[in-house]
């Protein structure tokens, strides 16, 4: 029991943040969601950030945004939130059946787009915009979309980034974290946001992410350098001016990205069915029609009108309609496993100044024509936390933040480790410049013999079944 009043049923999901539970509240009789914060995390600025997640869902006050009831601390500690009961299931869920047909992911876009737009409204960036985040509930006129997770969302103007305590850990998850946040930038606006639903548009039409890696610091690298295969490559039956709207919400830079989430949903709504058009307006544009489980075959769908590229010019790309030409060279191509970078596509608009000197290692757009120029290097860069920890190259120790290695695309062992620190160890491949982000946590201090470990208590139902301990 929570609060004398919750009654904790069964364990239906936890992640790294924390668990969540079929509860039910005994005096109205009601089914509810228990999210606990995982223990290990429980520091103060973790627990506000857990608790903001109540406040956020109901500044918003919007329908597609999955409400929070109820929050408290359990007898041993542990916090706690109480959340609508939904039945349904997560988008990433819906997305393993293969990519979705046209209409069908455009109007669930638009569906995501509604929610998100109303949080922007509200001064919030979700920040952590994902398809597991993105749930679809079962009721009688269809299904409606509710957005979830605001617990690592931020009011815009407050408290400055909460920083990394342990190995590993990142507010946002990888796949669809924007470039700015993969830098670790403190001022995080609503174009990350766009950002990462750029991405989710992406893999609904596409079945995949656009953008993968052989481990952390690879994907963090290839995040910040844009470097993908454009969705028509993939699937060539997409139109071209949605192909061009994925690339625009994912430009590198966010002030190259739609100003809006309704700017999108404006352009996104063209690719939708006649009778989700004609309701777009007069419903909430969070409710879609009933959907099967089975993603139906894949058909060519033939362009928008003109007046829906009008549209995407006048209402998204506005006055930065000179910065299009910019973004396009923002757009690096994978073609196989390797992913050796393509020749930058040409487009009509281009910048009108001459383009800065990229970097050796980020700029390399004929590798695919002229492979003898591939360098025989790579660049390491390490931003490692204490700056003090040694960084050790397959046992051999070396010195400095960057350090040049033979590109021979073979694995190799890293190892950081400080006095006082746990050491972090990992593998990687030299077929590729890499930035590698470590913050190593500090090691547990070892109870004085005879006292018991703080933290281990067995009587809380919480505590016994929490998949922490």
């Known amino acids: 029991m929570l609060d004398d009043k919750y009654r904790v049923e069964q364990l239906i999901a936890f992640g790294g943040m924390g668990a969540v539970y079929v509860g039910t509240h005994i005096k109205l009789r009601k089914r509810v969601a228990i999210k606990v914060l995982n223990p290990a995390l429980s520091s103060a600025q973790m627990v506000e950030r857990f608790h903001r997640e109540a406040i956020t869902a109901s500044q918003i006050g919007h329908e597609g945004i999955a409400q929070t009831t109820d929050l408290g601390t359990s007898r041993h500690g542990e ?66 979309v509710k957005l979830l997770d605001f617990g690592i969302s931020r009011a815009t103007g407050l408290e400055a980034e909460f920083r990394l305590t342990t190995t590993g850990l990142v507010l946002g998850t990888p796949y669809y974290m924007s470039p700015e946040q993969a830098r670790g930038d403190t001022n995080i606006t609503p174009a990350a946001d766009l950002y990462a639903f750029g991405v989710i548009l992406y893999e609904m039409l596409v079945g995949t992410v656009p953008i993968r890696g052989d481990n952390y610091n690879q994907l963090m690298y290839r995040v910040m350098s844009g470097e993908f295969v454009r969705p028509r490559e993939r699937r060539p039956d997409l139109p071209a001016d949605l192909e061009q709207l994925i690339l625009h919400a994912m430009a590198l830079d966010p002030e190259d990205r739609p100003r809006s989430a309704e700017a999108i949903e404006h352009v996104l709504v063209e690719f939708c069915r006649a009778s989700f058009r004609e309701h777009a307006g007069d419903r909430s544009a969070s409710a879609i029609p009933r959907m099967t489980a089975t993603p139906t075959p894949m058909h060519p769908t033939p362009p928008p009108a003109e007046k829906s590229r009008i549209g995407l010019a006048a209402a998204v790309i506005g006055a930065i309609v000179l910065a299009v030409g910019g973004f396009v060279l923002y757009q690096v191509l994978r073609d196989d496993p390797q992913i050796p970078r393509s020749s930058e596509t040409a487009e009509p608009v281009k910048p009108a100044e001459p383009a800065p000197a990229k970097p050796a290692d980020t700029a390399k757009p004929a590798d695919t024509v ?13 931003v490692v936390e204490p700056a003090s920890a040694a960084i050790a190259i397959d046992d051999k120790a070396t010195t400095g933040a960057e350090v040049t290695v033979p590109r021979d695309g073979a694995t190799h062992r890293i190892k950081i480790a ?48 929490s998949p922490y301990k």
């Open 79 to 144: 916090p706690f939130l109480v959340m609508e009961y939904l039945e349904g299931e997560p988008l990433s869920k819906r997305l393993k059946g293969g990519p979705l047909p046209i209409e069908v992911a455009c109007e669930l876009g638009c569906a995501i787009l509604s929610p998100l737009g109303a949080a922007h409204h509200a001064g919030i960036v979700h920040r952590d915009l994902k398809p597991d985040n993105v749930f679809l509930v079962r009721q009688s006129r269809g299904e409606m």
């Open 418 to 465: 400080a006095p006082g620190y746990v050491a972090h160890e990992e593998t990687i491949t030299f077929d590729e410049s890499q930035r590698l982000v470590v913050q190593l946590r500090r090691a547990p201090n070892k109870p004085a013999p005879g006292k018991p470990s703080p933290g281990k208590p067995t009587t809380d139902r919480i505590e016994s079944e």
């Open 370 to 382: 002229k492979p003898a120029e591939v360098p025989a290097t790579v660049v390491l860069r390490f």
